[in-house]
């Protein structure tokens, strides 16, 4: 009896896109009124979103960035940050577990840039699946007060579950 390979192959990369999108299967709505730029990655195991508000006149831009990555790993990216951080001299003014998504997340806060034009980055990590990893990064002036709406889809985001 012959089998056909075409099949096979067929259902073999139905499995795997499959697989692939539910494990980026994660819904993040951004904030009301500001710019969406969606980017398609040539590489499917990555997916990338960010908002932008603002950024005239010489003034930095907030944004909100969104990437899911089924190759990264949370606990080895957590682990690289923090290497990064002590290696740096960096110190952030938050970094703690938290929940998000119905895991347990990380968030890691801290400022960067020339006196008078510091940034203050705050990203959450999220593990997604077994291997994956949701980076959700927030960029502000340090003079630009915590915007509600982004809190407000971020902690949208982090109640829901997967």
Known sequence: MTVSR???VLALAFAANATLAAAADVAFVGPPGWSHVGQQSPDQTRTFDQWKLGGGGGDPAQT??????????????????????????????????????????????FSSGPEGKEIIIRRILVPQGPKGLVTITYARAKDDPDDADVQKSIATFCKATS
């Open 6 to 8: 075409i099949p096979i």
């Open 64 to 109: 909100v960035t969104f990437i899911s990555d089924s190759t990264s790993s949370y606990t080895d990216t957590l682990a690289l940050i923090k290497k990064n951080f002590a290696d740096n001299h960096i110190k952030a003014s938050a970094d703690d577990d938290m929940a998000c998504h119905g895991q347990q997340a990380h968030v890691i806060q």
